[in-house]
């Protein structure tokens, strides 16, 4: 019985862990982005160049190759969030009732979608404008030259 109470114990410790880490990356969460979005305003200078730039992200498909590319996407974007309805219980676990679950997901997850997609095309379009083409791998900004 001892050693059943030890495991159980050393699992409630290592979750109670994870909850501290989980509290600590919130931050980093949200400067990261922010803090990438404005070193990419800085860097290029104008807010509306960034627009005309994001226009060269476009690809030039035919229809056919479209309709996959399309699909393709869809595919991604669902399993993102597949993923997340998955993980629903680490999400609504410290929840005090129903209705701020609902809240949280109705509220939260589109809008920090759209915000995070929203930032992720800025920061991409102004790379063009900086460096003549686009970069989508974040670790890349710290190896250009």
Same mark, same amino acid.
């Given at each position: 019985?001892n050693i059943?109470y030890?495991?159980?114990?050393?699992?409630?410790?290592?979750?109670?862990?994870?909850?501290?880490?989980?509290?600590?990356?919130?931050p980093?969460?949200?400067i990261?982005?922010?803090?990438?979005f *404005?070193w990419?305003?800085?860097s290029?200078?104008?807010?509306?160049? *960034?627009?005309?730039?994001?226009h060269?992200?476009?690809?030039?498909?035919?229809?056919?190759?479209?309709?996959?590319?399309?699909?393709t996407?869809?595919?991604g974007?669902?399993?993102?969030?597949?993923t997340?309805s998955?993980?629903?219980?680490?999400?609504?676990?410290y *929840?005090?009732?129903?209705?701020?679950?609902? *809240?949280?997901?109705?509220l939260?997850?589109?809008?920090?979608?759209l915000?995070?997609?929203?930032?992720?095309?800025f920061?991409?379009?102004?790379?063009?404008?900086?460096?003549?083409?686009p970069?989508?791998n974040?670790?890349?900004?710290?190896l250009?030259?």
């Amino acid at each position: 019985m001892n050693i059943i109470y030890k495991i159980h114990s050393s699992h409630y410790l290592l979750l109670e862990k994870i909850k501290i880490l989980e509290l600590a990356s919130v931050p980093f969460l949200v400067i990261v982005p922010i803090g990438a979005f *404005v070193w990419a305003w800085v860097s290029v200078g104008d807010f509306n160049t *960034v627009l005309d730039a994001s226009h060269q992200l476009g690809i030039d498909i035919n229809t056919t190759q479209r309709v996959r590319l399309f699909f393709t996407s869809v595919t991604g974007v669902i399993s993102g969030w597949v993923t997340m309805s998955l993980n629903i219980m680490d999400y609504t676990r410290y *929840v005090k009732h129903q209705r701020d679950q609902v *809240v949280g997901q109705v509220l939260g997850l589109p809008t920090t979608s759209l915000f995070l997609a929203a930032l992720g095309i800025f920061i991409t379009s102004a790379t063009i404008v900086m460096y003549g083409r686009p970069l989508w791998n974040p670790v890349r900004y710290l190896l250009v030259n």
